[in-house]
T-cell receptor, first 114, second 113 residues
Framework: NAGVTQTPKFQVLKTGQSMTLQCAQD?????MSWYRQDPGMGLRLIHY???????DQGEVPNGYNVSRSTTEDFPLRLLSAAPSQTSVYFC?????????????FGPGTRLTVL | AQSVSQHNHHVILSEAASLELGCNYS??????LFWYVQYPGQHLQLLLK??????LVKGIKGFEAEFIKSKFSFNLRKPSVQWSDTAEYFC???????????FGTGTQLKVEL
């Protein structure tokens, strides 16, 4: 089991560029989510999905898009990167209903927007 | 709005000292609380969780947490810390009808030899 994988590990973008952060899990988890981690602010939920074809917004969704075409993959898209999106991004997955279930986190993507 | 508060942002302890990290939650309904840890250079992993029952919850690596409903608190404790406990600790609770996990701002713990 690879668990939750994320690519790339590091990325530098210029303002206005677009990119997709990849996330995949091999545990057949229904629930997947994206967080950003910023100093002094903890982790903030960007978007989440409770299954293929179903996504919803979290706490800080502006500037980000997601889709969930398969159970395994949950990519995060930045359509027009801004310096405020400089952060570390974590993908996580769990059994459906994160109320009771442990979240499994990926290793993170460190993104810098110049 | 529901929120999780961690008031200790940086804690420095000597090995063998006792640890208590504060966490206060605000959600007044059914509580589902977690503590996660992030060791340097690693991803977050679960330390312990509370849903119901015994308010004293035991987790991995000798950590425990006590749920006190009257104080809206879920403080993390360890009787004797080790250098390897140096990490960032996050308290979190489930909100939004069960589909959203809200994290506190984290506590950076440094254990000195």
């Amino acid at each position: 089991n690879a668990g939750v994988t994320q690519t790339p590990k590091f990325q530098v973008l210029k303002t206005g560029q677009s990119m997709t952060l990849q996330c995949a899990q091999d545990m057949n988890h229904e629930y997947m989510s994206w967080y950003r981690q910023d100093p002094g602010m903890g982790l903030r939920l960007i978007h989440y999905s409770v299954g293929a074809g179903i996504t919803d917004q979290g706490e800080v969704p502006n500037g980000y898009n997601v889709s969930r075409s398969t159970t395994e993959d949950f990519p995060l898209r930045l359509l027009s990167a801004a310096p405020s999106q400089t952060s570390v991004y974590f993908c996580a997955s769990s059994e459906l209903d994160p109320t009771y279930n442990e979240q499994f986190f990926g290793p993170g993507t460190r993104l810098t927007v110049l | 709005a529901q929120s999780v508060s961690q008031h200790n942002h940086h804690v420095i302890l000597s090995e063998a000292a006792s640890l208590e990290l504060g966490c206060n939650y605000s959600y007044g309904g059914t509580v589902n609380l977690f503590w996660y840890v992030q060791y340097p250079g690693q991803h977050l992993q679960l330390l312990l969780k509370y849903f119901s029952g015994d308010p004293l919850v035991k987790g991995i690596k000798g950590f425990e947490a006590e749920f006190i409903k009257s104080k809206f608190s879920f403080n993390l404790r360890k009787p004797s810390v080790q250098w390897s406990d140096t990490a960032e600790y996050f308290c979190s609770e489930v909100t939004g009808g069960g589909n959203k996990l809200t994290f506190g701002t984290g506590t950076q713990l440094k254990v000195e030899l």
